[in-house]
């Protein structure tokens, strides 16, 4: 009754493949003991834990353990050493944990990781940012803490209002790294990617730091940097959560410009107020905004690290900001032991 219930169709047939293979690696040994060690039985307790759902991997751990007994009480094909039955059972027990966390999820064999990468996929998705005029270019790098494949830094952008001449964009650094920042960021990303363009500019942020309440997540805060350009004019708004300062490339002048707008963190103070910095984007100007990866460094002035990014920054301006953004990244970056982003935004130049 019990394996009527819990043994399903789908695994019965991986099940009867696996059992014949625990017993070839019981019988192998026979034939050359060399090439076919007792310690061959983990292949079908791995392949195992991975396509078999708890009550039919039970079963093959069951059957495996009745081959290595009765080789123990026989001595034939081999011996059974103390050796190969500790290694059979401490892989058995670190397959079965896996498979129970699998289990848990409702997933089979390597669809857990699939799931990630498309979910991964789907959050850089999200930061693709909307076909620009031809006077307007975009640049956009994302970054990981350690190379990993999840970053708790995103983008999320629009481009509709007024007639598709206001593009609006926002970088959130949501707090932690890795994973666990980046399932977080996951979930930001798509809340945050149907707020944005939908809300007047300045509604954006209050209703991003509303729903990071609402989540109740023990470590949910996060920062944001948000602007608001109009395409025609170069007219731009910057809005800011607790993030370090956007900067501004005045090209009649040849310099950057800090531009730093009052804001607390999302998901920190219930009800909180934004207040943003305005200017203008001219011909030649640009926009560049960045995480705290770019430019935090432990010991070290924040300001310092600003200094170093846009002196690293103006070195472009030879190239004409070509592929700018992955350039500051590579040669600027504070830590890379934390999630980096930048974002570079420029107008291009009168060419007449």
């Given at each position: ?26 019988l ?10 007792v310690?061959?039985l983990?292949?079908?307790v ?37 050796g ?13 944990f ?12 390597t669809?857990?990781e699939?799931m ?18 031809p006077?307007?270019?975009s ?67 209050p ?28 007219a ?11 900067a ?34 001219g ?9 705290d ?6 010991g ?6 600003i200094?170093?990014?846009?002196g ?11 592929d ?10 504070g ?18």
């Amino acid at each position: 009754m019990w394996a009527r219930h819990t043994l399903l169709p789908s695994d019965r047939f991986v099940l009867v493949v696996l059992l014949s293979l625990v017993t070839a690696c019981a019988l192998l040994p026979a034939a050359d003991a060399g090439w076919f060690p007792v310690t061959a039985l983990v292949i079908p307790v791995v392949v195992g834990g991975l396509l078999l759902r708890m009550p039919s991997l039970f079963l093959l751990y069951a059957a495996t353990a009745g081959v290595l007994l009765a080789q123990d009480r026989t001595g034939w094909p081999v011996d059974v050493t103390p050796g190969a039955v500790i290694v059979i059972t401490v892989v058995a027990v670190i397959v079965m944990f896996v498979a129970r966390i699998r289990t848990r999820l409702g997933l089979q064999a390597t669809r857990g990781e699939s799931m990630l990468f498309d979910l991964r996929d789907r959050l850089r998705a999200h930061g693709v940012v909307p076909q620009l005029p031809p006077q307007w270019q975009s640049h956009v790098v994302l970054r990981p803490a350690g190379g990993q494949a999840f970053s708790g830094d995103f983008v999320v952008a629009t481009r509709g209002r007024r007639g598709g001449r206001m593009l609006e964009i926002a970088l959130v650094d949501v707090s932690g790294k890795g994973l666990d920042a980046g399932t977080r960021a996951l979930l930001l990303s798509g809340a945050f990617g149907g707020l944005i363009g939908s809300l007047p500019p300045r509604g954006f942020l209050p209703a991003a730091n509303d729903y990071l309440l609402r989540q109740g997540w023990p470590e949910g805060f996060a920062t944001a940097v948000h602007i608001a350009v109009d395409l025609e004019t170069g007219a731009y708004e910057l809005l800011s959560a607790g993030h370090p300062p956007g900067a501004h490339w005045v090209a009649n002048s040849g310099r950057w410009e800090i531009r730093e707008a009052e804001g607390p963190l999302l998901g920190v103070i219930p009800g909180a107020e934004f207040e943003g910095v305005s200017g203008v984007l001219g011909p030649g100007d640009a926009l560049l905004l960045f995480t705290d990866g770019m430019v935090e460094v432990p010991g070290q002035d924040i300001s310092v690290g600003i200094d170093r990014l846009l002196g690293e920054a103006e070195k472009l301006v030879a190239d004409d900001f070509a592929d700018g953004a992955r350039r500051i990244v590579d040669s600027a970056s504070g830590n890379v032991a934390d999630d980096r982003a930048v974002i570079l935004l420029r107008r291009i130049g009168n060419t007449g």
